[in-house]
């Protein structure tokens, strides 16, 4: 498989996906979107995979890029109709480019969090596996509010009612990070707009916290990204 990832920050890259992309024989390049990366042609690509980010979905006059990344996700989305992953900032930006709306929380979820799967989510090749209620990593301040027309919520909580969602047949966005590495919490903390948010959302004492609360599920959050992994390279195998 051949995989193109937009990336929106240094920080903020595949994590532990790269392991199994690399370890399965995948070739995968990163644009990273904000140092000026240019977007390449689609075509050659099997899957899209777009990471999260500082920025917002609607800021597009302070990172102008924005707009030429929306109108790609679009174009691969519903024209290619190739499958696509987002998470975080790319789980908003799918919803956007599909005819949604993003808006602000009432406050940002940071920190760890159990999400439900719907029964839509029970039954989405993509979770499957997947227990009714997940323990997940958060780190948002910005929500899906409407849905966009071909979509339907695979994971919801009482703070943000679009934590998964599938748009048509093969677009995945999720609001929570799967993706993460035992530098993540650092790396993230270090930030400006996240640290911001973390200290917002759990206070200066839990906030100090969240590395140690972290790596103690790590075995936990590696396997189930490496489920998701393998269920999404199953589908894309039997869509062959």
Same mark, same amino acid.
């Given at each position: 498989?051949r995989?193109?990832v937009?990336q929106?920050l240094?920080?903020?890259h595949p994590g ?7 370890? @399965?024989g995948? %070739? &995968?390049?990163a644009v ?8 390449p042609? #689609?075509?050659? *690509? ?13 800021e597009?006059?302070?990172?102008? &890029?924005? !707009? $030429? ?6 174009? &691969?989305v ?5 499958p *696509?992953l987002?998470i975080? #900032?790319?789980?908003q930006l ?17 920190g760890l969090a159990?999400v439900? #799967? ?5 039954a989405?090749? /993509? ?8 323990e997940?990593f958060? &780190?948002h301040?910005a %929500?899906?509010?409407? /849905? +966009?027309?071909a979509?339907?919520?695979?994971a919801?909580n009482?703070?943000?009612?679009v934590?998964?969602?599938?748009v048509? +047949?093969r677009?995945?966005g999720?609001? *929570?990070?799967?993706?993460i590495?035992?530098?993540?919490v650092? %790396?993230w $903390?270090a930030?400006p707009?996240y640290a911001?948010? !973390?200290?917002q959302?759990l206070?200066? $004492?839990? @906030?100090? %916290?969240?590395?140690? !609360?972290v790596?103690a599920?790590?075995? @936990?959050?590696? $396997?189930? @990204?490496?489920? #998701?992994n393998d ?6 195998n039997t869509a062959l």
């Amino acid at each position: 498989m051949r995989i193109l990832v937009f990336q929106h920050l240094a920080v903020e890259h595949p994590g532990i996906f790269r392991a199994f992309w690399n370890g @399965a024989g995948h %070739e &995968w390049d990163a644009v990273e979107l904000d140092a000026d990366g240019i977007i390449p042609k #689609l075509e050659p *690509y099997d899957l899209l995979v777009v990471m999260g980010g500082p920025m917002d979905v609607w800021e597009t006059g302070k990172h102008p &890029w924005l !707009l $030429a990344e929306i109108a790609a996700i679009r174009r &691969w989305v519903s024209e290619l109709k190739r499958p *696509y992953l987002g998470i975080c #900032l790319g789980h908003q930006l799918l919803a956007v480019a599909m005819g949604g709306r993003v808006g602000l929380m009432a406050a940002p979820e940071v920190g760890l969090a159990e999400v439900s #799967l719907t029964p839509a989510g029970l039954a989405d090749p /993509l979770l499957a596996g997947f227990p009714p209620k997940v323990e997940t990593f958060q &780190w948002h301040g910005a %929500e899906v509010v409407t /849905l +966009p027309k071909a979509a339907v919520v695979l994971a919801s909580n009482a703070a943000c009612q679009v934590q998964a969602m599938r748009v048509g +047949p093969r677009a995945w966005g999720f609001q *929570y990070h799967v993706e993460i590495t035992p530098s993540t919490v650092a %790396e993230w $903390a270090a930030v400006p707009e996240y640290a911001a948010s !973390l200290e917002q959302a759990l206070g200066a $004492a839990l @906030a100090r %916290e969240l590395g140690a !609360l972290v790596a103690a599920r790590l075995p @936990a959050f590696g $396997a189930a @990204a490496q489920r #998701l992994n393998d269920n999404l390279f199953g589908i894309l195998n039997t869509a062959l």
